[in-house]
């Protein structure tokens, strides 16, 4: 069965310091993938996604990048955090070319100080 | 205009109640319609797939119009366990892949 892992699943970061989120797919290959953010009691907004190795597509110009180096990891960073940068990061994927269920990794909860 | 717009709530009401959500969405060439259920602090998680035909799965039913551009949930005798953000999902073709766009949710709270 398909897996999804995210980590870390929480960070306290300073403003300025750099950052890394990994997520990798497991039990599928050549996936669609995607990065959400959901601020403090806001919704879930898209900020990348990812049909295959380094093919990024960016929704929302911002502090944030995004990588795919292999077929099932992506990888989410920053040069130098902002506090507008907290917030609960969803990495998601689904089967590609079909329009089903996103599902969903368990989310990495990052605190800007 | 918000692509997908709902009602944030909260929405209080007693255990056993009938209660409905709306959504609306603005891309009239949006191809597929989810509600979501979110759980406080959680990943939102897959409550059930809406159909142009109206689909019931228990006690949740879920309404598209298209005319309309419209998406309902109804929740019939709700349970202390329904309390969640109940997020609308709606899926169009772009950039070679299917784009998901959320909207805020809307919260229920399901009282004893």
């Known amino acids: 069965s398909q897996t999804i892992h995210q980590w870390p699943a929480t960070l306290v970061q300073p403003v300025g310091s750099p950052l890394s989120l990994e997520c990798t797919v497991e039990?599928?290959?050549?996936?669609?993938l995607y990065w959400y953010r959901q601020a403090a009691g806001r919704g879930l907004q898209l900020l990348f996604y990812?049909?295959?190795?380094?093919?990024i597509s960016s929704e929302v110009p911002q502090n944030l990048s995004a990588s795919r180096p292999q077929d099932r990891q992506f990888i989410l960073s920053s040069k130098k955090l902002l506090l507008s940068d907290s917030g609960f990061y969803l990495c998601?994927?689904?089967?590609?070319?079909?329009?089903?269920?996103?599902?969903f990794g368990e989310g990495s909860r990052l605190t800007v100080l | 205009r918000k692509e997908v717009e709902q009602d944030p709530g909260p929405f209080n009401v007693p255990e056993g109640a009938t209660v409905a959500f709306n959504c609306t969405y603005s891309?009239?060439?949006?191809?597929?319609f989810f509600w979501y259920r979110q759980d406080c602090r959680k990943e939102p998680k897959l409550l059930m797939s809406v159909y142009s035909s109206g689909n019931e799965d228990g006690r949740f039913t879920a309404q598209l119009n298209r005319a309309s551009q419209y998406i309902s949930l109804l929740i019939r005798d709700s349970k202390l366990s329904d309390s969640a953000t109940y997020l609308c999902v709606v899926n169009s073709r772009g950039g070679g892949t299917y784009k998901y766009i959320f909207g805020t949710g809307t919260r229920l709270k399901v009282l004893a």
């Open positions: 891309n009239s060439a949006s191809q597929s």
């Open positions: 039990g599928t290959s050549n996936p669609n």
């Open positions: 998601a994927w689904i089967i590609k070319g079909l329009s089903g269920e996103l599902f």
């Open positions: 990812s049909v295959g190795i380094g093919q």
